[in-house]
């Protein structure tokens, strides 16, 4: 603990800001208060103060003096009746928009700040909140989208969620106290398609000997990959060891610089042995080394996009450009899933699964909403993603989400008959919350000059990301390529995957296996 302790004070100088801010009131205080301040008549509120309030309740004020509201949803696991109401939200509040985010989450924008009280109260009577979901909170936690279900299964995750919020959901001591946020993965499948090693704090399926649990990674954000801590969890230590980890956070956690504040720089400062030497006294546990990880299968979904969970189940998947999504169409899906007794299971890759028995498969293939997004069952909208972008985020370099779809249009025509697993992700900055270091092909925006010597939007590119097996950063492709240029400087690399690629081999196997050319 001496580590900690001196790490701390090290870096126990001038506060920042938004510590201050929290010194002023708690956040529950502010939000017994909301429903008076939405009406304008809560007046001593300074406007640092309601900014940071509002985050941690998931509010956030946009340019256009309009709200993007995010909607917290545990393992991305929704019900038939919170789509339904999600979607009536968004068509009556939002002008019928919804975004899916990287965080198995919904974000509704557009809402008029005096409607935020009352769109609020309809998400809890269907038991959904958008509390700590912005600034220095406990993010949506992550699992697969196939948790629990079927062949994949290997230990179901959603009841560890459910205790993990437990602990610090709506909890005055946790609500907006830590010191930056803080993300939590936890995976049970055999496959990982939840991006697991991207996260503070990840929990990842394993086996030593005869026993299933957990190997713990440690410090994972945006442009670096967790850490192996070395250790094996039990499934009855999980929340034990949660609730040490976050406290350590909590307590030696830096609140100075908000740029290096994240467990990650608190790992370096001190190691990783020491922190997990401090684990075991927070835990009053001892720890056997770290098992054999199983969470290593890829999976591929057919033509049609389904995915045959086994034991009479099918995951079926609606591929949405970019996340973007509507309320009219969210209404469509919660209806639908209620036709086939199904549920949602919303993908960090912004789309969605109807997981239902077989038997349903028809219904869902002859649905309006089947045929509405039937063209996007291609490779080249499957797995992309695309964060936010220009119009609705002031980091914004590039229209990330407009450009991701129109070169995925382009690249379908180009390569009709490609099949495989190409995973796109795009940022529209350096920030990365497209998450295009572990992409397949990543492209983070950038400005550039065209080949007349014009500014434009352009993006680097990045190959060779790896989120399957093990998680790596892609390395930098091609630098400053303007935005007319992409198709051209991507084909070469396509018609290698399409050439030379094993039957049913996804792109980042064969990338690994061959490189940008081919074997």
Sequence with gaps: MTKLQEAKIARDGKLNKIELIKQTKKSLEFFESFEEFCK?????????????????????HKDDDTFMLRVRIPAGQLTFFQAIE????ASRHGEDYIDITTRQQIELRYLKFNDLYEVIQKLQNVGITTFQTGIDNF???VT??????????VIECKPFINEMQEIFLNEEEWLGTLPRKFNTAILGTFVNDCNIYGHDCCFIVAKKGEKLGFNLYLGGKVGVQASD????VMQKDVITVYKAIINLFKEFGFRDNRNKNRLHFLLEAVGMEEFVKAIKIYSGLEFEDAGEI?????????????????NGLI???FSIPSGIFSGEAMMEAGKLAELVQGQIRLSVEQSFYIVCKKEHKEILQKSQLSQKYASYQNPFFRNMIACAGIKTCSFGVIDTKGIAIETSNLLTKAFPNLEGKIKLYWSGCPKGCGIHGVGDIGFEGCKT???????????HIFVGGKSTNYAKEGEIYKKSVPINQLIATLSPLLENYQTYKLVGESFENFYERCGAGSK
Excluded: T
């Design 40 to 60: 304008g008549k809560l007046e001593d509120v300074s406007d640092d103060e309601k900014n940071f309030f509002l985050k941690c309740f998931g509010i956030f």
């Design 86 to 89: 999600i979607g009536k939200i």
């Design 139 to 141: 993010r949506n936690i």
């Design 144 to 153: 697969s989208s196939f948790d629990g279900l079927g062949e994949q299964r």
């Design 229 to 232: 801590s070395g250790i094996f």
């Design 294 to 310: 199983v969470a290593k299968e890829e999976f591929l979904l057919d033509k049609e996009g389904v995915l045959d969970l086994g």
């Design 315 to 317: 995951a079926y998947n």
């Design 449 to 459: 000059k065209d080949e007349d010597g014009n500014r434009c939007d352009g993006v």
